[in-house]
């Protein structure tokens, strides 16, 4: 579990409760891959709350390519929530296994926010987490090189879904194409291709079965220029 995943399991548990002892609704749907959470433009009216499976938040460009800017565990916040004022969400949410998703309507969360502190405590803690988050993404689009972009984006990917084995090996839990990680660092599936061939000559990392395995993690802190 990452760094920030212990927390914010134990916060997002604690607001769905807070909301439960309130005798606030919220309505828990499951979703098959491929299905539409919701899409980019759309009213931003609820809160979104990931409770199982994996989600993709995108933008599409150019035409036909897509940028991927999150991909999402279970308790995993996401939807543009604003209290004030008309929000829209800004990306399109898709599930890309099976998921189970809660989502509680924004006339609630304010009514929640309003009279009960801890609510407001939590939901600002979510916030906030959310936003570290994305800072540490947007972290790997600063170099110009596809190599370092990787370098940067596959620890991040080994710390939401990574599984550590008995060697130190970690073994990223999603099945991610090439086109999926170029979407994610803003560059080209040729590019990318080259990089991860690159990397797995030098034993820095392996693919199997479309799940890549992180072995050298001193080389590729290296490569991130960390």
């Not at 279970?74 to 800004?90: K, N, S, V, Y």
């Given at each position: 579990?990452?760094?920030?995943?212990?927390?914010?399991?134990?916060?997002?548990?604690?607001?769905?409760?807070?909301?439960?002892?309130?005798?606030?609704?919220?309505?828990?749907?499951?979703?098959?891959?491929?299905?539409?959470?919701?899409?980019?433009?759309?009213?931003?009216?609820?809160?979104?709350?990931?409770?199982?499976?994996?989600?993709?938040?995108?933008?599409?460009?150019?035409?036909?390519?897509?940028?991927?800017?999150?991909?999402?565990?279970?308790?995993?916040?996401?939807?543009?929530?604003?209290?004030?004022?008309?929000?829209?969400?800004?990306?399109?949410?898709?599930?890309?296994?099976?998921?189970?998703?809660?989502?509680?309507?924004?006339?609630?969360?304010?009514?929640?926010?309003?009279?009960?502190?801890?609510?407001?405590?939590?939901?600002?803690?979510?916030?906030?987490?959310?936003?570290?988050?994305?800072?540490?993404?947007?972290k790997c689009l600063l170099?110009?090189?596809?190599?370092?972009?990787?370098?940067?984006?596959?620890?991040?990917?080994?710390?939401?879904?990574?599984?550590?084995?008995?060697?130190?090996?970690?073994?990223?839990?999603?099945?991610?194409?090439?086109?999926?990680?170029?979407?994610?660092?803003?560059?080209?599936?040729?590019?990318?291709?080259?990089?991860?061939?690159?990397?797995?000559?030098?034993?820095?990392?392996?693919?199997?079965?479309?799940?890549?395995?992180?072995?050298?993690?001193?080389?590729?802190?290296?490569?991130?220029?960390?």
């Amino acid at each position: 579990m990452s760094e920030y995943g212990e927390v914010q399991e134990a916060e997002c548990r604690a607001l769905l409760e807070i909301l439960k002892g309130m005798g606030i609704a919220s309505a828990d749907r499951i979703y098959k891959p491929g299905d539409a959470i919701y899409r980019q433009g759309e009213h931003g009216d609820a809160l979104y709350v990931l409770t199982s499976g994996v989600v993709k938040l995108f933008r599409p460009y150019s035409g036909s390519k897509e940028a991927t800017l999150r991909l999402l565990k279970p308790w995993d916040i996401f939807g543009h929530l604003a209290f004030t004022g008309e929000a829209r969400q800004r990306a399109y949410a898709e599930a890309v296994t099976e998921c189970r998703v809660t989502k509680v309507p924004k006339i609630f969360m304010e009514r929640a926010v309003r009279r009960n502190p801890q609510a407001a405590l939590k939901t600002m803690t979510l916030l906030e987490l959310r936003l570290v988050q994305y800072e540490e993404l947007v972290k790997c689009l600063l170099p110009r090189e596809t190599e370092v972009r990787l370098a940067n984006l596959l620890p991040i990917l080994a710390s939401k879904f990574g599984d550590r084995d008995a060697e130190g090996r970690i073994t990223i839990d999603l099945r991610l194409t090439h086109q999926d990680l170029a979407a994610m660092v803003a560059s080209t599936r040729e590019s990318v291709t080259k990089v991860l061939n690159d990397m797995r000559n030098r034993g820095v990392l392996e693919i199997e079965s479309g799940r890549i395995i992180l072995k050298d993690h001193a080389a590729l802190a290296r490569l991130s220029g960390a």
